[in-house]
């Protein structure tokens, strides 16, 4: 579902596997959300309700040793994101690097026409860089 010539309008988990997902949460078991994929994605209810997410993108031979040393405790998760995760797709385009255009949006007035989303925080689910070490 990624890859060159793979466009998406939706950025969320396919369904059928976040029914799985839920599944998996409702049990009130801890679920370590562990992703593989080429594109940020859109998790909000993942986000609320996991108790952990890896982002391993696509990560090679090795990476089922390597994302086993991560889970059970024998290495440190050290990432950092290298893109920006939305809250939902209708933040993009987010850019890291500067400032959206319009009235700047100052985190604290509620005025009418300031550049600010109504229904969504202005805020990325997962900013740039974001991650432990």
């Known amino acids: 579902m990624t890859g060159e010539a793979s466009c998406r ?49 696509f990560a090679g031979t090795e990476s089922g040793n390597a994302i086993a040393n991560v889970l059970f405790g024998n290495y440190n998760p050290s990432g950092k994101l290298t893109t920006t995760f939305p809250f939902n797709v209708g933040q993009i385009p987010i850019y890291y690097t500067h400032k959206n255009t319009g009235r700047p949006f100052d985190g604290k007035s509620l005025e009418k026409y300031k550049s600010r989303y109504l229904d969504a925080p202005n805020d990325p689910l997962y900013p740039f860089g974001y991650g432990l070490s």
């Open 9 to 57: 309008t939706e950025l969320n988990i396919p369904e059928n596997q976040l029914d799985l997902l839920k599944a998996l949460v409702k049990t009130g078991k801890p679920v370590v959300l562990v992703l593989m994929n080429g594109r940020p994605l859109t998790l909000q209810w993942e986000n609320e309700h996991v108790h952990a997410i890896l982002e391993t993108w």
